[in-house]
Every structure is written in structure tokens, then in C-alpha cells.
């Protein structure tokens, strides 16, 4: 199994600013991703972070907004940008290994409030 | 793109109470996990289950790819199963990605 830390474990924000959120898997890892869990609702994929080239966002999501980054195989950080009220989510990070046979595991997650 | 369903959306349980949780999906997936969270947001693998049944301690799971579908059972319910359980399938596009259900929200009472 892998351990991911993530930091903040939870912040307020105030709109308008960005915030960025740290992940750490204490495992050499394949496959890295973001997931954001809006209040009351399922998980949805943000994107795939790729080590060292450009995250693939999923539809709906953009860079602009939501620039990623994983400078090596235990790395990540997710950046929200230009914060809103409807920002307010729990992010999640996860992580595992390639291939189908890949379990995924996640972080506690990092709660933002956007006022 | 592939639906994951799951039923009861909600449920409440009497404590010492078993139940059943469903998760139906619309089309062929690489593997299948259960997860619970808790109500931090914290979420707790269960299961990594692409087939056949396994056991933890009072929670089982089995999966009937064949037929698209999943169940996890709760024997003796106890008050920190409390939570939302999630099942979530592997795509079949190799890059390992996830796809949710809507969860079922699990309350056990004293």
C-alpha cells in the first residue's frame, strides 16, 4: 500500500486568492491524480499528473484554474486559482501503481472554504 | 461514459445490525474498490476486488463481473461504520483512472 500526506489538511480562503495543496506518497508511484468532492457529493477526477510534462485534465477542468505539478515520482501539487465560493471542496490526491491491476489509495484529503 | 450506481443511496442501522450495500456498472472495467469515509472526508480503502469474494474482519465483498456488479455486506454493525461508502471501477482506457459512484450514507445507531 502507499501513504500520501497532503497539506493543508484545511484552510479558509478569501475569494479571489489560489491556494496550493501538497501531496507526498511515501512510495515511488506510477500514476498520481487530483479528485475534487464538492459538499454532499461523489468524487470527480480533476486530472492525471504526469511526471515532469502537463497534467490531462479531464472534461471540464483547465489548466488555468487548476495547474498541477509533479517534478518527481512522489510529488504533487495541485494549485487552485482565482478562488470562489464554488471552490469550496474537499481535494484529494491519489496515487498507485500502473497497469490493471493498480490499487489506488488516498490522501485525508485538504478541505478548502472559499468565502 | 460508464455509470457506477449504487444502492441504498441511504441507510440507517439499528447497532449489532447487518446490511447489504449494491454497486451496479454499465460496462466491462478492469477492477473494482470499495472505500468508506469517514466523517473527517477521510477515505479508507476497503476492498480491491475485480472478482470473487473477500473478508475483513465483519465486512466481505463480492463481485460478479460478469453480471456488473458488487456487494458489500456489514455484519454487526457498529457505530464508527458510519460513513459514506464508495464503490469505484477501474476504466479499461490503462490509465488507471477511477470512476465513482454516489455513495452510499450509512448511519448506525446505538
Known amino acids: 500500500s502507499a501513504v500520501i500526506s497532503q497539506k493543508p489538511s484545511r484552510d479558509i480562503c478569501q475569494r479571489g486568492t489560489s491556494l496550493t495543496i501538497q501531496c507526498q506518497v511515501d512510495s515511488q508511484v506510477t500514476m498520481m491524480f487530483w479528485y475534487r468532492q464538492q459538499p454532499g457529493q461523489s468524487l470527480t477526477l480533476i486530472a492525471t499528473?504526469?511526471?515532469?510534462?502537463?497534467?490531462?485534465?479531464e472534461s471540464g477542468f483547465v489548466i488555468d484554474k487548476f495547474p498541477i505539478s509533479r517534478p518527481n515520482l512522489t510529488f504533487s501539487t495541485l494549485t487552485v486559482s482565482n478562488m470562489s465560493p464554488e471552490d469550496s471542496s474537499i481535494y484529494l490526491c491519489?496515487?498507485?501503481?500502473?497497469?490493471?491491476?493498480?490499487?489506488?489509495?488516498f490522501g485525508e484529503g485538504s478541505r478548502l472554504t472559499v468565502l | 461514459g460508464i455509470q457506477v450506481e449504487q444502492s441504498p443511496p441511504d441507510l440507517i442501522l439499528q447497532e449489532g445490525a447487518n446490511s447489504t450495500l449494491r454497486c451496479n456498472f454499465s460496462?466491462?472495467?478492469?477492477?473494482l474498490q470499495w472505500f468508506h469515509q469517514n466523517p473527517w472526508g477521510q477515505l479508507i480503502n476497503l476492498f480491491y476486488?475485480?472478482?470473487g469474494t473477500k473478508q475483513n474482519g465483519r465486512l466481505s465483498a463480492t463481485t460478479v463481473a460478469t453480471e456488473r456488479y458488487s456487494l458489500l455486506y456489514i455484519s454487526s454493525s457498529q457505530t464508527t461504520d458510519s460513513g459514506v461508502y464508495f464503490c469505484a471501477v477501474l476504466l479499461l482506457d490503462g490509465n488507471n483512472r477511477l470512476a465513482f459512484g454516489k455513495g452510499n450514507q450509512v448511519v448506525v445507531i446505538p
Open positions: 499528473a504526469n511526471q515532469g510534462s502537463e497534467a490531462t485534465y
Open positions: 476486488i475485480p472478482s
Open positions: 460496462d466491462s472495467v478492469n477492477n
Open positions: 491519489s496515487a498507485g501503481g500502473r497497469g490493471i491491476t493498480g490499487e489506488l489509495f
